[in-house]
């Protein structure tokens, strides 16, 4: 699911606007940019945000806990589909059927349980796509206002992702990955835990 999720992932160049002051951070800054015939250039690193940022992790967990009930859910109905596959095929062999009415009525059952488990898997796949685009579009947007910000007081004239071998070369003092991460994390607010009440009993 997250190597899905990376293949997914794209993270536009950020141009320097805007005119607010910039989020203070404790954090140690990035070294500073070099810069390339005038222009001041920096990437970050998507393996590292993707495994350093607290917002993309906890969403990698929720969607990949989803993706596991998914996939149990599948297996247990495709189970009770073979087993009355088995089941009708054992009567078949067997003469259990008292009419061909009652052989007709359990294997348009079965056709039935076929097409309800080809619906379900459908609609959890297209769920857990709907999911991961939704991840997708609010991790890029996370990041593209935290750049807007950060690049206030930076002034890089381009900012690019690296992600696998995109980038073929890039000297490490272009790369402001961790000072993005630090930076992203201490915005990130986690959503509040839903605390399940216990009834006293006496």
């Known amino acids: 699911m997250k190597k899905y999720i990376l293949s997914t992932l794209v ?6 606007s805007c005119n607010n ?19 001041k250039i920096a990437y970050v690193e998507v393996d590292s945000l993707m495994t350093q940022y607290t917002f993309a992790k906890d969403y990698s967990v929720n969607l990949e806990r989803k993706s596991t009930n998914a996939r ?5 109905k495709s189970n009770q589909l073979q087993a009355a596959v088995d089941n009708f095929q054992k009567k078949m062999n067997n003469n259990g059927f008292t009419s061909r ?23 959890l796949e297209s769920e857990l796509a709907n999911e991961t685009q939704q991840f997708n579009l609010a991790l890029r947007d996370s990041l593209n206002n935290f750049l807007k910000e950060y690049n206030k007081s930076k002034k ?6 690296r992600a696998g071998d995109n980038i073929l070369y890039a000297n490490m003092k272009y790369d402001i990955t961790q000072d993005v991460i630090n930076g992203l994390n201490k915005r990130y607010k986690a959503p509040a835990k839903k605390t399940e009440k216990k009834e006293n009993k006496e």
Do not use: C, H, W
Request: aromatic share 2%; hydrophobic share 40%.
């Open 72 to 76: 149990n859910t599948l297996t247990q």
């Open 11 to 16: 993270i536009a160049a950020m141009m320097a």
């Open 101 to 123: 009415e009652q052989a007709e009525s359990q294997q348009a059952a079965i056709q039935r349980q076929q097409r309800d488990l080809q619906t379900l898997q459908s609609r």
């Open 156 to 161: 890089y004239d381009l900012i690019l992702s």
């Open 21 to 39: 002051a910039s989020p203070k951070m404790d954090e140690q800054p990035a070294a500073a940019a070099g810069s390339v015939d005038g222009m």
